[in-house]
């Protein structure tokens, strides 16, 4: 994709949707947090449906850890691989305690640092609750940077990297959710909607998938 056409694509998806939001519903960088680290492998219909009874008992770390790993466990046992994610949780808000005094820090390396706390995972609390402007790329911005010739990667910090350098300033920091939300709804995996793709004209992707 040329640097002229980056322009436009980002322009264009900005004028269709000037302030993006994640679909995952939270009130406080914990929660973010912990609706984050749950949505691995799972769809963000699914953390909400989970959280949504979690949250009204426990939203804070000290709260996690006094219901315990089976305690949480009944709360998000509906979500794909739930025991290993209460496990990780209830670690990550042990160490949210005992070494940030219950407040979830701000840097990428303290993030990563807590249990099931990858760098996509590190770089949407960033992004979202603090308002960095990272790019946390899961399956959908791997697809559509790849398929598009945006920033194409064989690995998924290739593909941020190449991100960071090739998407202008102005529109980084809601980048990743206009990625995000074209890859989830616009450029799915088997069939693109090409036909009702509002960037088409700017991508490097052929050929363009007719209209069924």
């Known amino acids: 994709m040329k640097k002229s056409d980056i322009e ?4 264009t998806l900005q004028a269709a949707n000037p302030s993006p939001e994640t679909e995952l519903e939270y009130t406080t960088p914990f ?6 680290l749950l949505s691995a492998q799972a769809t963000d219909v699914g953390v909400n449906k989970a959280t949504r009874i979690l949250f009204p ?3 804070t770390p000290q709260a996690i850890l006094d219901l315990g790993v089976a305690g949480l466990e009944h709360y998000i046992k509906t979500i794909g691989l739930y025991r290993s ?3 990780h949780l209830v670690e990550a808000c042990r160490m949210l305690v005992e070494q940030h005094g219950g407040e979830v820090p701000r840097t990428r390396a303290e993030l990563e640092a807590l249990p099931g706390v990858g760098r996509k995972t590190a770089n949407v609390v960033l992004n979202v609750a603090f ?6 790329v899961d399956t ?3 697809r559509v940077s790849n398929r598009t010739g945006l920033a194409p990667g064989k690995t998924p910090l290739d593909v941020e990297l190449k991100l960071e350098k090739r998407v202008p300033p102005a ?5 990743h959710h206009w990625l995000i939300l074209h890859g989830r709804y616009v450029c799915v995996a ?9 960037v088409a004209a700017f991508c490097d992707y052929k050929p363009k998938t007719p209209a069924p």
Not at 8 to 11: L, M, Q, T
Not at 31 to 36: F, G, K, S
């Open 190 to 198: 088997r069939k693109p909607k090409c036909w009702e793709c509002a």
């Open 8 to 11: 436009a694509f980002f322009a």
């Open 171 to 175: 529109y980084r920091l809601h980048a």
């Open 140 to 142: 959908h911005i791997f």
């Open 85 to 87: 994610k209460a496990k």
């Open 131 to 136: 308002g960095e402007p990272t790019m946390a």
């Open 31 to 36: 929660e973010l947090l912990a609706a984050v």
């Open 57 to 59: 008992v426990a939203n």
